[in-house]
């Protein structure tokens, strides 16, 4: 006799039905728990390293215990959170929704990618504990072979992880190509499900080499092979290919679903058809295929081939042109649109400008000269923070107050998303423009003492850190009261037109009360009537 | 209503049809394929950079190996293909007896097919022809050590195939006991197969890759 109505959050009970379930909507709301979880330790490592930045010398933490906390650092941030960010949480729920589809193809292994990728972290989460490793995220060989530190148990965990990438990769090609709804043809697809697509070939095509990379590594680590061991006659050089033949397309498994989030807020918030919905979704796909062959841009300075070197540069160029297309398409979407200034939309306007700058200064360290001067400074490190926190996270967190509604079916207070995205914003800026900075500078990133004349930009880095703390704070804390306090949401709050919108919220466990039959695109906007 | 032993299939709740189903599970397992490719795939790349590297080491160490006992293997896996193909078409003109038979055939190739690697193995193992640091055999060239590592590690994995292979194997014969493969559902068993198939043919790359130098 309970006023809310059947839902798949309440169609069953207890923590078993959970622990078992096969509703990729439950396992996309697991997902994004570890997933937040991850963040939340990965920002840890992030304000204790910049505190020790505070000052030039030694100040909380010894140089190894620094060279600890980075790595540690950079391998849960992106092994743990942004690989499977986006993809695993948001796309888990949305994907069949969107397709008007009832569950992704393959509901059991998709559970299962959700139990790898928790027994994967635990191996993380081990090494952390047992002499955590301090190679950095890299794992560069020789000096992942001779350090003490536990590399085993944190690569072990990786390319475990991996293997929960793959399958959602899978998952979701299979769901893509077989699952749509009646009249959901591949053009009335929304951008989302482009993106995702676009992420799951790299996932199935580039997993598979870092995980036999990682356990080359071990190899080289337990029975000495000698492949990445110069010392045996191996070559050094050919891990950092290796690693990063995966871990280049690894970068656009992060930001190509952030693109498809970004793609939604703009149409909804602007209520406008996407500008060039054919060129969005097609650059996706040549980001995806240019992203195998650039990895070389990592290796400007270790030694391969300058003819090598030339032409990985100029195949960096290449990716800036179906990045900029999807840039300028969001833009030209706003131009004469009904624009609704939500939280949502201003994290779409914070990943236009973060990842704008970003992607610039990538451009900058693709050329040849530049980088020589640049490699290994805190300039990359602002880089790719910028892209992939200015864009990736700023996405991820948009989607998250875009899907919030659909998700838990209440609404979040806008008025302290404002106050939190203010927060995060001036923040990430701070920190990270600065390092742009300091880079420039010379000064070289993974070190834990630095000359004097760097304080002042260093101590403001890490002011910022703090202010950006206090916005995720913020963040967490509305997000968890709308829980039990928010106001309940409609089924369509945002007026917006893709499937996931058309059923309640939250969902049936089925989806649809029918299958829907699709007769228009999903950004048709002031056509909905005629159809 | 027939005496047989068949069980009919239900369709998956969130599929629309048994057409839809099946072809989502075929277009999974190749995809999963592709990765076991780039896996594989990886391997290879390092056995082509340390061949031109150290063409003589290469060209000394397959003598060490038997290419005798390598034939033999290649000519077991490809016979379990063949049944492996049998299997699946027994099970679509409904001949529960020769599916059995047929997978109980592909299974003990596959048990042969480790048998022998297992003697090659422990032949190696005897002459210390092992892995990097624990290689201890007399032998001209200076980097026959990481031929080795080459050589296990790659032979290895596609052992550790093998063993999935056979898990996989008897988990079908369980269901075909059970009667649960017929003409209208044999989805598991061309899954498997494709797998098997695809297990053979690495196998039929590292043969003469390793074994036939020269």
């Known amino acids: 006799m309970s006023q809310v109505p059947l839902n798949y959050l309440n169609a069953t009970k207890g923590l078993k039905s959970w622990l078992f379930t096969l509703d990729h909507k439950r396992i996309g709301i697991m997902y994004l728990m570890f997933i937040a979880i991850s963040f939340g330790l990965g920002g840890f490592f992030a304000l204790a390293l910049r505190l020790e930045l505070l000052n030039p010398k030694e100040l909380l933490f010894t140089a190894k215990q620094y060279n600890q906390l980075f790595t540690l650092h950079g391998a849960v941030m992106v092994f743990l959170f942004i690989v499977p960010s986006i993809p695993a949480s948001?796309?888990?729920?949305?994907?069949?929704?969107?397709?008007?589809?009832?569950?992704?193809?393959?509901?059991?292994?998709?559970?299962?990618?959700?139990?790898?990728?928790?027994?994967?972290?635990?191996?993380?989460?081990?090494?952390?504990?047992?002499?955590?490793?301090?190679?950095?995220?890299?794992?560069?060989?020789?000096?992942?072979?001779?350090?003490?530190?536990?590399?085993?148990?944190?690569?072990?965990?990786?390319?475990?992880?991996?293997?929960?990438?793959?399958?959602?990769?899978?998952?979701?090609?299979?769901?893509?190509?077989?699952?749509?709804?009646?009249?959901?043809?591949?053009?009335?697809?929304?951008?989302?499900?482009?993106?995702?697509?676009?992420?799951?070939?790299?996932?199935?095509?580039?997993?598979?080499?870092?995980?036999?990379?990682?356990?080359?590594?071990?190899?080289?680590?337990?029975?000495?092979?000698?492949?990445?061991?110069?010392?045996?006659?191996?070559?050094?050089?050919?891990?950092?290919?290796?690693?990063?033949?995966?871990?280049?397309?690894?970068?656009?498994?992060?930001?190509?679903?952030?693109?498809?989030?970004?793609?939604?807020?703009?149409?909804?918030?602007?209520?406008?058809?996407?500008?060039?919905?054919?060129?969005?979704?097609?650059?996706?796909?040549?980001?995806?295929?240019?992203?195998?062959?650039?990895?070389?841009?990592?290796?400007?300075?270790?030694?391969?081939?300058?003819?090598?070197?030339?032409?990985?540069?100029?195949?960096?160029?290449?990716?800036?042109?179906?990045?900029?297309?999807?840039?300028?398409?969001?833009?030209?979407?706003?131009?004469?649109?009904?624009?609704?200034?939500?939280?949502?939309?201003?994290?779409?306007?914070?990943?236009?400008?973060?990842?704008?700058?970003?992607?610039?200064?990538?451009?900058?360290?693709?050329?040849?000269?530049?980088?020589?001067?640049?490699?290994?400074?805190?300039?990359?490190?602002?880089?790719?923070?910028?892209?992939?926190?200015?864009?990736?996270?700023?996405?991820?967190?948009?989607?998250?107050?875009?899907?919030?509604?659909?998700?838990?079916?209440?609404?979040?207070?806008?008025?302290?998303?404002?106050?939190?995205?203010?927060?995060?914003?001036?923040?990430?800026?701070?920190?990270?423009?600065?390092?742009?900075?300091?880079?420039?500078?010379?000064?070289?990133?993974?070190?834990?003492?630095?000359?004097?004349?760097?304080?002042?930009?260093?101590?403001?880095?890490t002011f910022g850190s703090w202010v950006m703390a206090v916005g995720f704070i913020l963040m967490a804390f509305y997000l968890m009261d709308s829980l039990l306090n928010g106001k309940k949401a409609p089924d369509n709050p945002w007026g917006a037109l893709t499937l996931e919108w058309q059923t309640q919220s939250p969902p049936l466990t089925e989806n649809f009360i029918e299958t829907p039959v699709v007769t228009r695109g999903p950004y048709d906007f002031g056509q909905e009537k005629r159809s | 209503m027939s005496m047989t032993l068949k069980k009919p299939h239900h369709v998956a709740h969130h599929f629309a049809s048994e057409a839809q189903e099946f072809e989502s599970a075929r277009l999974g397992m190749w995809i999963f394929l592709v990765q076991e490719l780039l896996f594989f795939g990886a391997l290879f790349v390092v056995y082509a950079i340390f061949r031109w590297w150290h063409p003589e080491t290469f060209m000394e160490a397959h003598q060490y190996l038997s290419w005798k006992w390598g034939a033999f293997n290649t000519v077991v896996l490809i016979a379990s293909s063949f049944t492996m193909v049998m299997a699946v078409r027994s099970a679509q003109v409904n001949q529960r007896k020769s599916l059995i038979s047929y997978l109980s055939l592909t299974l003990i190739f596959a048990g042969v097919f480790l048998g022998v690697k297992y003697i090659e193995y422990m032949e190696k193992i005897h002459h210390g022809f092992l892995p990097g640091s624990f290689f201890s055999a007399q032998g001209v060239s200076e980097y026959l050590h990481l031929f080795f590592g080459i050589y296990f590690t790659m032979t290895g994995l596609h052992g550790l195939h093998i063993l999935v292979g056979m898990a996989l194997i008897v988990w079908l014969l369980i269901r075909s006991f059970r009667g649960e493969f017929h003409s209208e559902y044999y989805t598991p068993l061309e899954m498997v197969g494709l797998y098997w198939h695809f297990v053979d043919l690495v196998w039929i790359f590292l043969f003469p890759l390793l074994y036939l130098i020269g």
Not at chain 1, 363 to 391: C, E, K, N, P, R
Request: charged content about 10%.
């Open chain 1, 90 to 461: 948001l796309g888990n729920f949305l994907l069949p929704l969107q397709l008007g589809a009832k569950d992704v193809a393959f509901p059991r292994l998709n559970l299962a990618s959700l139990y790898i990728y928790v027994f994967g972290g635990l191996f993380c989460v081990y090494s952390m504990f047992s002499g955590a490793v301090d190679t950095g995220w890299t794992f560069y060989t020789p000096y992942s072979i001779d350090t003490s530190t536990s590399v085993i148990s944190m690569t072990l965990g990786a390319f475990i992880l991996g293997f929960s990438s793959i399958l959602t990769g899978v998952n979701f090609i299979v769901t893509i190509h077989k699952m749509r709804a009646p009249g959901m043809t591949w053009f009335r697809m929304p951008l989302m499900v482009w993106s995702l697509y676009a992420t799951a070939i790299i996932q199935v095509l580039a997993t598979p080499v870092l995980a036999i990379t990682l356990l080359l590594l071990i190899l080289e680590r337990t029975m000495g092979i000698g492949i990445f061991n110069p010392a045996l006659g191996g070559d050094p050089v050919l891990f950092q290919h290796f690693f990063w033949f995966y871990s280049h397309p690894a970068v656009y498994i992060m930001i190509l679903p952030a693109m498809g989030v970004i793609s939604e807020l703009v149409t909804a918030f602007c209520r406008k058809n996407i500008f060039g919905y054919k060129l969005v979704a097609f650059s996706s796909l040549a980001i995806a295929i240019i992203s195998f062959f650039v990895w070389g841009h990592h290796l400007f300075v270790s030694g391969q081939s300058d003819y090598a070197a030339m032409i990985f540069s100029l195949l960096t160029y290449l990716v800036a042109i179906p990045s900029a297309v999807k840039v300028f398409n969001w833009i030209a979407t706003m131009y004469r649109g009904s624009i609704q200034i939500k939280a949502p939309f201003l994290y779409f306007l914070a990943f236009l400008f973060l990842f704008s700058i970003g992607g610039f200064t990538g451009i900058m360290l693709g050329a040849l000269s530049l980088d020589v001067h640049l490699h290994d400074t805190y300039f990359v490190v602002a880089h790719f923070h910028y892209v992939m926190m200015g864009g990736t996270v700023m996405a991820f967190i948009g989607g998250l107050h875009y899907w919030w509604p659909k998700m838990f079916g209440r609404m979040y207070s806008e008025f302290w998303a404002f106050i939190a995205w203010a927060f995060v914003m001036v923040g990430f800026n701070m920190v990270f423009f600065t390092q742009f900075i300091l880079g420039a500078k010379g000064m070289p990133r993974r070190y834990y003492s630095y000359l004097d004349q760097f304080q002042p930009l260093h101590a403001f880095s």
